[in-house]
């Protein structure tokens, strides 16, 4: 569990050294070697061959602090807590990305370009089994389950999934929701009533365009809350729950949020990124930044915190958030969780309370992705701390209690997938405090949601590649 692009502690010396000048009055190359440049930079700790050295491999298919797509940060501004030096200033762009191309070309000539997904796991308590549940779907965001043999899969492109005794349904749910699938957005969250049974209702959460004149683009988007019913393969008696105002859609196509879940009173709790305009997440009259809590019909429940604050939307429970792309309910307290996106480092793991600031952009732990300061502060008086969180950034999305019992060492522990670190991480909750977590998944693939089945099974789903893995322990013989 290595997976990590780092020179070591020996490496600072490395920001010393330097590739040959060009001679005076010759023009520079138009591309730079990377070949030359690793050999310079970065042999002497990952090895001539990237075999690794004192600092792991780069091509055995292992990252620890993030995927591929991460190595031209960790070059650029370093991994200070192991010991790699930033050479954003040693190095140009150009340099740099000429580097990166070397690292991923040796990766991909070795063979380990692919994402490798493991027959087994090996955890403090268990052995688990991993099984591709589902394959072939097209960039999947949620899985949530009608009952013990079906399930419903988003693909973000805007198909809705049925999944019957783990076999995918060749056709998509018709009739659902047009989407816009552009940038971050696109078909994301699903959610089954927990009075499914009786009602029949399935929320769907997306990110929805006001519209325009034909071939207009960059028109408003926002993310929508709509219920419908499934009759057969088609979606039917829709109902929007959730619609912001219309002068509150932004032209962005990013930080959607999306998540959705119930607490033990039946209210709906939805997720809006801030849609990359962070000064809007602290601003009570627009809904993006936002927690949300509505009635499952999309009414506004009377004892929401801002009710009765002059301009404020009625539905927003908490703020200051980024792009928060997991929530949970502990089952022992009721109480809402969520992880939520920092911008370069900073992801965060929060506990909902009404009313609450969460304090983006006015605090964070993380920066810019170009380096800069994104904050003056981490701590400010009157803005909520995060209880745990992560720098770097694991890309957190996803978020679910386990309350099945296929795991009983695992009842009630808080699962939390990550994007960019290709992983689930299980988090040990008491007193309201994270005392410990586990990775348990790595490197299989980008996990955009977690979630336990009614079968008492973990399910993983990857982005990339599309596909749902279901994960259970292993019965030893003889036991």
């Not at 990590?4 to 590739?19: D, E, H």
């Not at 994301?188 to 959460?205: C, F, H, K, Q, T």
């Not at 979630?451 to 003889?478: C, F, K, M, S, W």
């Amino acid at each position: 569990m290595k997976r990590v692009f780092w020179a070591g502690l020996l490496c600072v010396t490395m920001a010393s050294m330097s590739v040959p000048a060009q001679p005076e009055g010759e023009e520079p190359a138009t591309k730079p070697d990377g070949a030359a440049l690793y050999e310079a930079y970065c042999a002497s700790c990952h090895g001539a061959a990237m075999e690794g050295g004192n600092a792991p491999s780069l091509v055995d298919g292992v990252w620890m602090y993030g995927g591929r797509g991460n190595i031209n940060r960790n070059i650029t501004f370093g991994i200070g807590q192991q010991g790699m030096p930033a050479f954003g200033d040693a190095l140009s762009r150009d340099e740099i990305d000429a580097i990166v191309e070397h690292i991923v070309a040796g990766e991909k000539a070795a063979g380990s370009d692919h994402a490798t997904i493991p027959d087994s796991l090996i955890t403090y308590h268990y052995t688990v089994k991993v099984e591709k549940w589902v394959e072939g779907l097209e960039i999947p965001w949620a899985v949530d389950f009608l009952d013990t043999h079906t399930a419903l899969v988003t693909e973000r492109s805007g198909r809705l999934r049925v999944v019957k005794d783990g076999v995918l349904q060749d056709s998509p749910v018709t009739g659902t929701p047009k989407v816009l699938h552009r940038g971050q957005g696109g078909l994301m969250d699903v959610a089954v009533d927990p009075s499914y049974a009786e009602n029949g209702w399935v929320y769907l959460s997306y990110s929805h365009e006001l519209d325009g004149s034909e071939g207009e683009e960059q028109l408003p988007v926002m993310t929508r809350i709509v219920r419908g019913r499934l009759t057969g393969n088609a979606w039917t008696d829709e109902e929007v729950v959730y619609e912001a105002p219309h002068n509150t859609y932004e032209p962005t196509h990013w930080h959607f949020g999306s998540r959705t879940v119930f607490d033990p009173d039946g209210f709906l709790y939805f997720s809006i990124g801030d849609r990359g305009r962070g000064k809007e997440a602290q601003d009570l009259t627009q809904p993006n930044g936002k927690v949300h809590r509505i009635h499952r019909d999309g009414r506004v429940p009377a004892d929401n915190p801002f009710v009765t604050t002059d301009g404020a939307l009625p539905t927003i429970y908490s703020y200051g958030h980024r792009n928060p792309q997991g929530l949970a309910v502990d089952p022992l307290t009721g109480l809402v969780w969520d992880t939520e996106h920092g911008p370069m480092g900073g992801d965060e793991v929060n506990l909902i309370q009404p009313g609450s600031n969460y304090g983006w952009p006015e605090i964070t732990y993380g920066k810019n992705y170009n380096g800069t300061m994104a904050a003056e502060f981490e701590k400010k008086e009157g803005l909520v701390q995060p209880v745990l969180f992560w720098r770097p950034s694991i890309a957190a999305c996803g978020l679910d209690f386990y309350t099945g019992d296929l795991f009983p060492e695992w009842k009630n522990r808080l699962f939390a997938g990550g994007l960019a670190f290709e992983e689930v991480r299980m988090l040990y909750v008491e007193d309201n405090r994270v005392i410990h977590q586990e990775v348990i998944l790595k490197n299989a693939g980008r996990v955009r949601d977690v979630q336990g089945g009614p079968d008492g099974a973990i399910y993983v789903v990857l982005n990339n590649p599309g596909i749902v893995l279901r994960l259970t322990p292993v019965v030893e013989e003889g036991f």
